[in-house]
């Protein structure tokens, strides 16, 4: 009996530990988005408005945050999480951002806050 209390509490720990990196993956990829843009500046919308870009390379620049917002963290099943942006046609613009198209180089903004996580950063 004691055996089974001392897996159920590991069983837990290991799930908040999983839901834990998985909020902190999705907030990686969301600050990637906080960096200002190198690009170039455009009016967008209205005269008043102007919008700098990102340049190839770096993580996209936000314009109405409709992907930022989008971005989220979500269990599966026990101990199973996914992060990213439920398809539509947001998604299909997270993916055209983060590997290009044939008229659009790659913004990644997923890729390196894996990366950095894997590495150990925070």
């Given at each position: ?107 990644p903004f ?13």
């Amino acid at each position: 009996m004691r055996l089974n209390n001392i897996r159920a509490a590991a069983v837990r720990q290991l799930e908040q530990a999983v839901a834990i990196k998985a909020q902190e993956l999705r907030n990686e990829i969301v600050g990637n988005f906080s960096r200002p843009g190198t690009g170039r500046k455009y009016r967008r919308y209205n005269p008043n408005r102007i919008h700098q870009a990102s340049s190839p390379g770096e993580a996209p620049a936000i314009d109405q945050g409709q992907l930022v917002q989008a971005i989220t963290a979500w269990m599966v099943r026990p101990g199973h999480w996914r992060v990213g942006v439920a398809g539509g046609e947001i998604g299909k613009i997270g993916l055209y951002l983060e590997f290009g198209t044939q008229r659009i180089a790659p913004r990644p903004f997923v890729r390196p806050a894996v990366e950095k996580l894997r590495r150990g950063g925070n």
